[in-house]
């Protein structure tokens, strides 16, 4: 668990700086957003580097399930009195409910932007690179995308509490957090877990506000 959340935090850093261009305004966004997409489907290290990212998604998840199950199993009865907020944040008690959130929009977005990518029929653009910036940008366009950008939001919002928790937690799982990196992990991950996913959700509501 620790060592994939990890790594998919380094994905979303990743993916989060590709995503970026979408700022980019006119045809010259257009183009290098397009020619990114081109090379993060066809460079065979990335597609390697890919390949190792489902894994992780799909490992992560299951991990993450079978542990909440045994977790419930060990304690098949609650205890009489108990006060979880006095112990434990709400994010730590609530990161399967979390997890399941953050899958089902990974589905969602796959199918919206991934598949169209590889399988739909869009057009290209003057380089002859497939034009999955107009796709993005039609999706996120009018009402309809303005409910879509919300949607997003709140998606973003389910990986931040994911991330409050398990960035830190995740580097004591490792034993790498020591007491005197105890409090900068702390920062580092609720620094990363609010600033990163922000960053994502203000794209399609930048893109809706343009177009």
């Not at 009195?81 to 409910?97: D, F, Q, V």
């Not at 409090?183 to 580092?188: A, H, N, R």
Request: aromatic share 14%.
């Amino acid at each position: 668990m620790a060592a994939t959340g990890l790594f998919l935090c380094l994905f979303l850093v990743g993916h989060l700086a590709g995503n970026l261009q979408l700022f980019i305004p006119g045809e010259e966004g257009r183009l290098q957003f397009n020619a990114y997409a081109k090379f993060m489907t066809t460079n065979p290290a990335v597609k390697i580097l890919s390949y190792l990212t489902y894994f992780s998604i799909l490992f992560h998840a299951v991990d993450g399930l079978l542990l909440t199950i045994g977790n419930r199993r060990a304690r098949p009865i609650d205890y009489k009195y108990s006060r979880p907020a006095a112990n434990s944040p709400w994010t730590s008690r609530n990161m399967g409910i979390l997890g399941t959130i953050i899958l089902v929009f990974i589905v969602l977005h796959m199918r919206s932007f991934w598949y169209e990518m590889h399988f739909g029929e869009i057009g290209t653009d003057s380089e002859g690179n497939k034009d999955l910036y107009t796709t993005v940008i039609t999706f996120f366009s009018g009402q309809t995308g303005l409910i879509f950008a919300a949607a997003y939001a709140l998606a973003m919002a389910a990986i931040a509490f994911h991330l409050m928790h398990g960035f830190s937690s995740a580097f004591q799982s490792l034993g790498l957090r020591t007491p005197k990196l105890a409090k900068s992990l702390k920062i580092v991950g609720y620094a990363f877990a609010i600033v990163v996913p922000l960053l994502f959700a203000s794209i399609p509501f930048y893109l809706n506000a343009t177009n």
